[in-house]
T-cell receptor, first 114, second 111 residues
């Protein structure tokens, strides 16, 4: 089984719908991140969390919310999806010891908003 | 101004040649620098990280860091077709506790 699991792998949804992307990890890492990737724009940080009680906005948090249900689970929600949120979404984890040297990425969720 | 800049490519090299990938960053206080490889449709995987000025070698890969010039590079020796991928430069900027990524350079190794 993968260390960082994202579900679903692919999703097509309609404009205005609420959608949740889920991430779970078995690494035992305390830090979790959500990034989106768009062609030509690279990976951009949406939200990050250093423990269950800690949630921080990244550079592009508008239109998104997150929930850290447990140390191992970090969910990303789009309350009302819009077409420009069509992208490839990655969850990543790291631990306090390695800091950012130990990023482990999930396999990604390809989201299409029509 | 973008925090981390890379040439988007594509960069094409013949098999067996040296591929040179470059990255510049804007935050002079950055301390940690990373190179990730990403195959099409897959997640990024870490191939090198470097903290100190100079060169760091790992197999066919060499990372080079010049903090005075705010420049980091990745050399791939004896390039193989399996090295064809997009290479992402990432920087841990001062106080950020997370990584900023460049847009990536697409490398094609021609057999």
């Amino acid at each position: 089984d993968a260390d960082v699991t994202q579900t679903p792998r692919n999703r097509i949804t309609k404009t205005g719908k609420r959608i949740m992307l889920e991430c779970s990890q078995t690494k035992g890492h305390d830090r979790m991140y959500w990034y989106r990737q768009d062609p030509g724009l690279g990976l951009r940080l949406i939200y990050y969390s250093f423990d269950v009680k800690d949630i921080n906005k990244g550079e592009i948090s508008d239109g998104y919310s997150v929930s850290r249900q447990a140390q191992a689970k970090f969910s990303l929600s789009l309350e009302s999806a819009i077409p420009n949120q069509t992208a490839l979404y990655f969850c990543a984890t790291s631990d306090q010891t390695s800091g950012t040297s130990g990023y482990t990425f999930g396999s990604g969720t390809r989201l299409t908003v029509v | 101004q973008k925090e981390v800049e890379q040439n988007s490519g594509p960069l094409s090299v013949p098999e067996g040649a040296i591929a040179s990938l470059n990255c510049t960053y804007s935050d002079r206080g950055s301390q940690s620098f990373f190179w990730y490889r990403q195959y099409s449709g897959k997640s990024p995987e870490l191939i090198m990280f470097i903290y100190s000025n100079g060169d760091k070698e790992d197999g066919r890969f060499t990372a080079q860091l010049n903090k005075a010039s705010q420049y980091v590079s990745l050399l791939i020796r004896d390039s193989q077709p399996s090295d064809s991928a997009t290479y992402l430069c990432a920087v841990d900027q001062t106080g950020a506790n997370n990584l900023f990524f460049g847009t990536g350079t697409r490398l094609t190794v021609i057999p």
